[in-house]
């Protein structure tokens, strides 16, 4: 498996609140986007990575939805408890998109807007469903699926890791293939760039992932990087 990972702060803002797990031994990998604009995002992200990671660790044997879950249902229980804890972080919370990768098999976890695509067969599918306002909307036919990217309500979280004593995750399991790519990113990049512009970006420099993933992250900071930006990029051997 091949692995390329891009941070960046972005044009605008003065602190990366994004945090990132990559741990290939154990196929996992997970990027996390603090709440912008509220005190403690980037406390948020970086604890419910580690919260992610332990639990994952502590549990070698296992590989399935369940342990996904369970692992950001633990991180949303500590973030949870830091944030009432702690006056100055009152109100933190964050996303959390969670890829396990076992035996050409994919077990994804969703809260938020951060965002897990699929590249296969020079075809690019999402796989996890904003957790916003705005997607709410284009279920019940509000919204068309153009209007809702730049629609105010884009922006308005209807889900998130510690916000609440409890949360409901995404999940899904699917196959993959050799040649299949994964890409995780918060919406920093989701936001900027179609699944098409990402698609075409990943066709012009065939199997070089460094180069994929900066010119992704160059493209968004081009179009005003207004948000923190992080992605992973995994292909399957």
Partial sequence: MKVSIVTDTG?????????????????????????????????????????IH?????????????????????ANHKVWEASQGNPDLRGMGTTATVALIGENRLFMGHVGDSALFRI????????????????????????SEEECRSCAYNHILTRAVGIAPQVQV????????????????????????????????YQEYPRDLDKIAREMVQTALARGGYDNITLILLLID
């Fill in 120 to 143: 296969s067969n020079n075809h690019i599918e999402k796989l996890s469903r904003d957790h916003t306002l705005a997607e709410q909307m284009v279920s019940k036919g509000l919204l």
């Fill in 54 to 74: 332990a639990w994952i660790k502590a549990n070698p044997s296992d590989q399935s939805i369940n342990l996904v879950e369970g692992a950001i249902q633990q």
């Fill in 170 to 201: 995404d999940s899904c399991e699917v196959p993959l293939s050799s040649g299949d790519a994964i890409l995780i990113c918060s919406d920093g990049l989701s936001d900027l760039l179609t699944p098409q512009d990402m698609l075409a970006i």
């Fill in 11 to 51: 044009n605008i803002r003065s602190r990366n609140e994004d945090s990132y797990l990559v741990d290939t031994a154990r196929g996992l990998f997970a990027v996390c986007d603090g709440m912008g604009g509220h005190r403690g995002g980037d406390v948020a992200s970086r604890l419910a990575v580690r919260t």
